[in-house]
């Protein structure tokens, strides 16, 4: 019995100890926060003078292409709810609380001359009321829903888009300038484009291959590089604010340990799409892309690169154009050299292919494999590629089916801040994290099916009620005491189970 006895206090000891090894005090200049977006929670699709944006017209009249058929028309009602949502996070602990606009509740008509008061106000009711709770706004301009009217004209593929947004952005500006210090202008461009104009997975579906991506981008990028110098010469002087881009990155990993090329390709056309023409030295596509692009163009039948140029003012334009690297993290691949033959191009562009460690444990997406170390790795990546830029991660996070007793995504963020923080101690020049999102939201193509809020929302309740997941406790534990705990998720889950 003694023994037994003795046993038992060893490995509580051992516990307790690996517990204390694996605990990390967030550095003080480090802010924690939270995300989410205007179409995925607002609801109230048609309220007031809202517009149709290209979401609303994609879930009404292509239904099918969403995995459960559903859309945003209520979505989690945050339009009427907004204040419950920022009491929670709040009550949490977070620091800055991260929204989108909806452009076509801004703008009905998706053009500057036609403003909706009602839609201003709103925006202004919500930004209030978080620095009422003593968080920091921090704003997207643009997540993904421009009015259905730009359709007619292509959407993104037509450079008119760079103005109509560029206007858009102006009136953001003017009238909600005053209240906000954190500005993103476009989230995701390089996600976006490929699933909008490359295949038809998001609004407005254009299966246009990589051709319709990169066209998509290219306008993008100028649109962003046009606002910032916007902010900059109209309102940067009186409001005082900073304004970025967010990139999504995956972690790059060689199949084979002598192979450093591949991982580094990866890179360049995973993440360095965009974020080389605005924070590399000299600016411009990565050289590897434009020229396995052109090859591969030529090899098509094309006489020139499906990858658009930009002109000598444009680079210079772009270069440097954002106050931050905005990142998002969800998830890493396994690259190998796929080898180009003669009269054969680059395999998908790029001559890598991507795929995955078998050891590496699955989340419920298809995509997301779950490697926090790749998190580390990119923050170096870009630590070393662009000099150590102002980093904020934006989005960070874990989607299951909705359960309340969320231990896999306690483990998932712990693992992820954990990274977050060896990293900035390594020198990475990391300011805020953010974890997406605050609420089961509508996810994009997969409908409600993916859910990766730490708060429960009850989509089947015409209140949506909202029930705090065990991760939200969690979090508002170690929010409150400034200390990355180590979590025993298998003792957590016994003692839930014997409760």
């Known amino acids: 019995m003694i023994c037994i006895n003795v046993i038992l206090i060893f490995f509580t000891l051992l516990r307790i100890a690996v517990a204390k090894k694996n605990n990390f005090a967030f550095p003080g200049d480090l802010t924690i926060g939270v995300s989410g977006a205007a179409y995925q929670i607002e609801g109230a699709w048609n309220a007031s003078d809202k517009g149709e944006s290209t979401w609303d017209s994609w879930t009404h009249k292509k239904r099918h292409l969403i995995f459960d058929q559903q859309n945003g028309d209520i979505a989690c009602d945050s339009y009427h709810k907004y204040k419950e949502d920022i009491a929670i996070a709040k009550d949490i602990g977070f620091n800055h609380h991260r929204l989108s606009l909806s452009w076509a509740r801004i703008l009905p008509t998706g053009f500057s001359n036609k403003i909706s008061k009602d839609g201003i106000q709103y925006y202004k009711n919500v930004i209030d009321e978080i620095r009422k709770q003593g968080m920091e706004p921090f704003v ?46 476009i989230n995701e461009p390089n996600n976006y484009c490929h699933n909008a104009y490359a295949q038809e997975s998001y609004a407005p579906g254009m299966r246009l291959k990589e051709k319709g991506a990169y066209i998509c981008g290219h306008n993008m990028l100028k649109a962003h590089a046009k606002t910032y110098h916007m902010y900059n010469q109209l309102f940067r002087a009186e409001q005082g604010g900073k304004i970025g881009i967010v990139i999504p990155c995956r972690g790059n990993f060689p199949a084979n340990s002598n192979d450093t090329e591949s991982p580094m390709i990866a890179f360049q056309y995973d993440c360095g799409w965009m974020a080389n023409p605005i924070f590399s030295k000299d600016g411009d596509y990565p050289k590897v892309m434009k020229e396995r692009i052109y090859e591969n163009s030529i090899l098509e039948g ?51 292919q991507v795929s995955v460690d078998r050891a590496w444990k699955k989340g419920l997406p298809s995509w997301a494999y779950i490697v926090p170390e790749g998190l580390g790795l990119v923050l170096r990546k870009i630590k070393d590629e662009y000099e150590n830029p102002e980093v904020h991660i934006l989005e960070n996070g874990y989607a299951d089916e909705g359960t309340v007793n969320d231990t896999q995504r306690i483990e998932f963020l712990y693992s992820h801040m954990k990274e977050v923080i060896l990293a900035k101690n390594d020198g990475c020049n990391i300011k805020s994290y953010s974890v997406w999102s605050l609420l089961d939201n509508f996810e994009w193509d997969r409908g409600y099916a993916e859910k990766y809020g730490i708060v ?43 409760n």
């Not at 760079?162 to 993103?184: C, N």
Request: hydrophobic share 35%; net charge positive.
């Open 140 to 185: 997207t301009i643009y997540h993904w829903d421009h009015p259905e009217y730009f359709n007619n004209y292509g959407g993104w593929l037509n450079e008119l888009m760079v103005d109509f947004y560029v206007d858009f952005a102006r009136v953001v500006f003017r009238e909600l300038g005053s209240r906000v210090k954190f500005w993103t202008t």
């Open 302 to 352: 094309f006489s020139r690169s499906e990858l658009p140029s930009f002109s000598l003012e444009e680079i210079a334009t772009i270069r440097g154009s954002s106050d931050y690297f905005g990142l998002n993290y969800y998830t890493s691949r396994v690259c190998a050299s796929m080898p180009k033959t003669n009269g054969t191009g680059w395999y998908q562009d790029s001559g890598v």
């Open 456 to 498: 429960h929302v009850d989509f089947n309740h015409e209140n949506r009620t909202r029930t705090p997941k065990l991760s939200a406790k969690w979090l508002k534990k170690i929010l409150k005491n400034r200390i990355l705990e180590y979590h025993d998720v298998h003792n957590e889950t016994l003692k839930k189970a014997n």
